[in-house]
């Protein structure tokens, strides 16, 4: 039991300063990718706080190591594929790095969490050799039937050595939505300067801090996210482990997110680009640098919540129905916060056949396959993952034949007919 205050949270995982303010405090939490089953709906389920910190020395926002990265991602549920968008997204990735950096049969892309293959595939489809390493199991199978050679492993410094060791270094490292998910920052980017060939490069996306914040996108907030990167605070820790962040490109994806591209202090030839300078000034000019710019976000979290509530609440006391759409973890972020249970919602449903017949973490929801949505005809949807909303609203827009309308709840709830 800790009792000094200095030492209460814990210290920062990237520089090692004890953590003494809040950024959010989202209450407690179940793992926001433990979908129930059936069979275990009157089990206790574990709940962890969600509590983000700022650290006042290096700005990077964090939440503690509250639960050990092995019993989140050995069966992960996220299977990249399901999305349309995403899987396109990736592959305009591919068309951009092979011209750009003049990527040839010779050469070798890794990529870090590379789920079922969505990305790399594309580049086994042009003769460019690549690796996959992927923590989960489940979805690296997955990637193995695309023909994209897959090691079950968790990355880090020890590992790329050994990669290293065996002539494996790579031209490109590409790494998606894992930066933040890794709590060891410092093995892991340090795995990514031992893993990359003196002239090689590595790309890095996240979503971005400085929207998070003004686009109030808390829910993106969860357990397997134990990261929220500025530009700034990547800069910092890439740097101290020997890489130059030389470019960085602001990206739609996940509601806003950055590509970050680094290569070896030493590589000359790849000079610092206006777009890094300029976004570096631009969260300079937000107060990314300042405390209280952080310690002012929880107010507008709270308001958000009080108004989703208050719109639903409005919509059930006029005797209507409301469904979801999508089960994506930042859902049950949300749904947890603001106790939105089956009481508000009375199913969700989802694309992914993982998750149909299963019920949302914490909140009991159960999802069904998209179909229910005809079926049962609701008068409303409730979209949970909003950064596909156009998507999503395109591909139900039959709702409206019997009059029913959209929620987005995020950056506030709102009705689009
Ligand atoms: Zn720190």
């Not at 090691?151 to 060791?165: G, N, P, S, T």
């Not at 019920?359 to 909003?386: A, N, Q, S």
């Amino acid at each position: 039991m800790q009792t000094a205050h200095s030492s209460m949270y814990g210290d920062c995982l990237f520089c090692g300063t004890p953590l003494r303010h809040t950024f959010v405090d989202l209450g407690m939490s179940p793992l926001c990718e433990s979908y129930v089953s059936p069979a275990h709906l009157n089990s206790m389920e574990p709940f962890y706080p969600l509590h983000v910190f700022v650290c006042e020395k290096c700005f990077l926002v964090q939440l503690q190591e509250y639960v050990n990265p092995a019993d989140i991602f050995s069966e992960y549920a996220y299977f990249s594929s399901y999305s349309d968008s995403w899987v396109e997204h990736a592959r305009r990735y591919t068309v951009l790095m092979e011209e750009r950096f003049s990527l040839t049969a010779a050469s070798l892309v890794v990529e870090l969490a590379s789920n079922d293959g969505y990305l790399l595939q594309h580049f086994v489809k042009r003769g460019i050799p690549v690796l996959g390493i992927e923590p989960a199991a489940n979805v690296a199978r997955a990637a193995e039937e695309r023909n994209v050679p897959t090691l079950v492993e968790f990355f880090d410094d020890k590992m790329a050595r050994r990669l290293a060791a065996e002539g494996r270094q790579a031209d490109l490292i590409a790494g998606n939505n894992v930066l933040a998910q890794v709590p060891s920052v410092n093995t892991f980017v340090e795995g990514i300067r031992i893993l990359l060939k003196p002239e090689g490069v590595v790309t890095i996306e996240f979503p971005h801090l400085m929207r998070l914040m003004q686009e109030n996108q808390f829910d993106t907030i969860y357990h397997e996210h134990f990261f929220y990167f500025s530009f700034i605070a990547a800069e910092k820790v890439f740097a101290s482990h020997g890489l130059t962040l030389f470019d960085v490109e602001e990206l739609p994806t996940h509601g806003g997110s950055l590509r970050i591209y680094g290569r070896h202090e030493k590589n000359a030839k790849l000079p610092l680009t206006d777009r890094a300078k300029e976004l570096r000034q631009r969260e300079l000019n937000a107060g990314l640098l300042k405390l209280e710019t952080y310690e002012s976000f929880e107010q507008q979290v709270r308001q958000t919540k009080r108004k989703l509530l208050a719109l639903l609440g409005d919509l059930k006391s006029k005797g209507k129905t409301i469904a979801g759409y999508g089960a994506p973890g930042k859902g049950n972020t949300l749904l947890n916060y603001c106790g939105i249970r089956h009481d508000f919602l009375e199913y969700t449903v989802d694309r992914n056949p993982y998750k149909q017949g299963k019920f949302l973490p914490g909140t009991h929801v159960p999802i069904y396959p998209p179909e229910r949505i005809r079926e049962t005809k609701p008068d409303y949807i409730l979209i949970l993952p909003w950064n596909f909303k156009d998507e999503i609203m395109q591909q139900i827009s039959f709702i409206r034949e019997w009059g029913a309308q959209f929620i987005i709840p995020i950056p506030e709830a709102r009705i689009i007919p």
